[in-house]
């Protein structure tokens, strides 16, 4: 097989994603990283206890392939009591290895080579990776920007998107990178194309407790004619601070839960036994803490757009997640995307251009995405070196008095 001798050995479709290389530049560089989605602080104190507790007592082997039936459990006790979804701890829940693991999984059994898969764009770049694994393709729908404050789902682009091949679609609500929260009226629409075309909807819901200003997480699975086909991917990283632990889960009917355990099977297996132990705990009794947490963080978002704006980068505010999107044209002439490569340099700072989610830049050329997760002085420190970076105002022109 001949091989292009510039290209290293073993390297094939896939690259080093952005998040990576972002990281390993902040830590490189020492810059502020507003870049990755982590939060710099832990999760709840009685929780990783627990988890020392169980690596301590000798919970250190294999788990079942499905997860602790504890961890299943407890993730079928809180699809009741908050969305009053019904689930077979048994067959109806898996546990995963993070989100990812979930969604990738559930596109390697689901669909083979030529497949389509509807992705809405702007989308976490892992789902794309999935579908190329599969041998599939994806049919990316654009999210538009709806008059500069806002993001909306056009349904007649959707519909456009449906071919024969068409197996899934793929829907992160609340969304990344945007923010957007789908509301009833958008989710009932989406779930009429999903049951008229026979599509299966694996959603993403891993933001799914840090919702604000009266928003509401709504499961497409609690629709009309979608329990049946929905696929609901959540986990613990995003909720309780534990981003690391990378315990996920998905909840659907047998037959798709059975089809995404046959691939975890091949994949990683079972997920840290000591982790799922304490997630389970987690589940059953924080969510006062969640509750606190998530007023931080929409503090720790307030505090960052007012700062961002005030320095000349207008904010679109976030419904639900922890990033937020700022619009650099008013700051500098140049693009999104050279105006982070430029950031760290420039201002100590690391973010994500907004165009690294999209097939196409579009709208979305001029916006950047900043993580609030972080710790408030981190924040207001970001915002003060932002604020150095502004466009220096034109020379005023000298003004000839008259003689007299």
Known sequence: MDRDPGRPLGAGRFSTTVFTELTALAERTGAINLGQGFPDEDGPEAVLRTACDALVSGENQYPPLGGLPGLRAAVARQRQRRYGLGYDPEDEILVTTGATEAITAAVLALCGPGDEVIVVDPAYDAYV???????????????????GTGFVLDPDELQRAVTPRSRLLILNTPHNPTGK???????????????????????DEVYEYLVYDGAGHLPP??????????LSVSSAGKTFNVTGWKVGWCCGPSDLVAAVRSVKQYLTFASAAPLQRAVAEALDTQEDWVTRWREDLRGRRDLLAAGLTGAGLPVITPEGGYFLQADVSDLTRRDAVEFCRDLPAAAGIVALPTTAFCEKPGAYRSLVRFAFCKRRDL??????????????SPPVPSQHLEKT
């Open 129 to 147: 990776a999935a579908v190329t694994l599969a041998g599939g393709r994806c049919r990316r729908v654009p999210l538009l920007r709806d008059g």
């Open 181 to 203: 929260v789908f509301d009833r009226t958008e989710l009932s629409g989406i779930a009429r194309f999903c049951v008229r075309n026979d599509l299966i909807a694996v959603v």
């Open 221 to 230: 699975a609690a629709l009309p004619g979608m329990r049946e086909r929905t």
């Open 379 to 392: 924040l207001a420190e970001a915002v003060t070196r932002v604020g150095h970076l502004r466009r220096p």
